[in-house]
């Protein structure tokens, strides 16, 4: 097997409290999430907001600390590593943030931007071998060298955003995580963005892990699907052409609109109402929601049948 | 016509961001305006809802007919009574639209106490109502919950139910469900597209979304750097699109499978307000432009839909 990413069991949970006469209250950003990433592939993690799909990217690269489970990296135990070796080891893992706007400095330089990463890696770069190295990544996501001296208030969006990829790429990593890299774009811009990711993993042999509220695009995009919902994985697809089984990836494929009038959607009633993400009972956190729902489905938890490579999925009553 | 947008044009301050902006809206349609960020969907939306000076904005040329009334004459004081009144409008982020310190149901109460006349009792009475055609359910205690203890897409509703409130005949939309998750966004646009039926309403909606669109209008219309770049019947847009921006708009929306497409995104940036091109605003951009397209604006050609390209009657 070439795993590259193993995510096993992994959860987190928040806790608030409100003050002296409140209980505290527990809640499940990741609940009890496993999946595998093999190299060369891309996974798209698909879910609408709150259901944890950013949580489980920081946990991913360990910029949160998990509350429990595991995550092997290469074959590397990410959770038992040091300060310092978890640094070298990012090197290897970027990421790519949802907002281009707030992900880079204000006041660097392009080319600061762009070399930020060597320096945290500690490493040193005469004069020269800087500007090469700038125009190099520039090029690569297909930004003028003329760039390199702007600031970032003086790129579009689009642009940015190359810049965010550009400083994920600088180090040569293996897995990029994309949190949501097109959701602040327009439609023109997320085509271009798309297509130099494209480009991108099919010369430099990338892994991604991609993450998104669009069902359309992660179609298009990845190769395997999960899909998340408070907190859980819900249905594991290892293709896009599968038809989805769970009751909530319905409800998300039937949401999304096709860009063709003839193919208009006769979209079914559904409660809006999210359920608190705070102390979630027993039961399956779609139930109240659930067309197909049973008395079961509100006492007990259903569990991902067989990950892996299959097609699995957490439902009482899958279709 | 229930509202007739003929040759806008607007400036704000030196900059001039609307030029020949024309279409038309009938009783009980739906029309979309589509468009990136800056091409001047909003502020189409604006200029008929008499909010231009909001910021220091003025219509320098053209009109805006809604049932008969020439919009561009009236007084702020006329125009209050249409806005909210016979115009009903839903802005995009429901988070902003709503006062946070006042309950729900008092809100809507005012536009049909301002507007119809009614009396507080039976303000609220119609409130309660019209917030269970919204499909509320338990309108009575909904009515005294603060913003705050909603989500957003019941806040959403309650937008709806303060546009709704004094039984508009047009209500525009402006990105009615872009703050909103798909799931949400869905039964938005369900419930929106069932009132224009019930209530007979003309709603122009804004949106960039070509999906939304393909969903719900009758019509489109496709906006770039401040003009009109095409409009026409939703299947002919969608169908055989004319021109070079909206052939490229659709080429960018994600569909199919992994490996069966690829995306064909636009070369470049939307111009800035600033400096928009000479001759035809997409000619930079557009992978057919020659030499007449940078120099000479093209018109609104008619045919099967009506196109500003200078190639329209030519078959791709």
Redesign the interface.
Known sequence: MSELLEVRNLSKQFSSHRGLFHARRTMYAVNDVSFALPAGR?VGVVG??GCGKSTLARLILRLIEPSDGTVSFDGLALLKQRAGDMRRLRARMQMVFQDPYSAIDPRYTIARAVMEPFQIQGKRFTTAEATATVEELLAMVGLSEQMADSYPHQL?G??KQRVGIARALALKPALLVLDEPTASL??????????LL?QLRDELNLTYLFIS?????V?????EVLVMYMGRIVEAMPS??VNPRHPYSK??L????????????N?E??S???PSPFDLGSGCAFAARCPSVSARCRNETPILSTPGRSHAVACHHPN | MMLRVDNLGVSIGSVRPLSGVSFNLGKGETVGIVG??GSGKSLTAMSVMGLLPLINGEITSGSINFDGTELTALSEAEYRLLRGGRIGLITQNPMTSLDPLKKIGPQIDVVARLHLGLGKRAARERTVELLGDL?ISDPASIYHLYPHQM?G??KQRIVIAMALAADPDLLIADEPTTAL???????I??LLMDLVTDRNLSLLLIT?D???V??T?DKVVVMYAGTVVERGT??AI?DSPHHPYTQ???????????G????????G??PSVVHYPDGCRFHPRCSRAEDICATIVPELVETQNAAACHFANEET
């Open positions: 891309v609408e907001s579009s689009g642009q327009d439609v023109s811009v997320q085509a271009q963005i798309i297509g494209e509220h669009d069902l359309a695009l179609k298009y995009f990845c190769d896009t052409d409800t998300l039937d949401s999304t609109f096709e860009p063709d009038p003839k193919q208009r959607r979209i009633a559904l809006d109402e999210v | 990136e960020s499909r989500s897409g019941m998750d798909v799931t949400v966004q869905a039964q646009i369900r960039h070509m999906s939304v393909a969903q209008c939703v299947e969608f490229a708009l659709i080429g960018c929306i994600p569909r199919g499978l992994v069966e497409m690829r995306l064909q995104g636009i070369d940036t939307v």
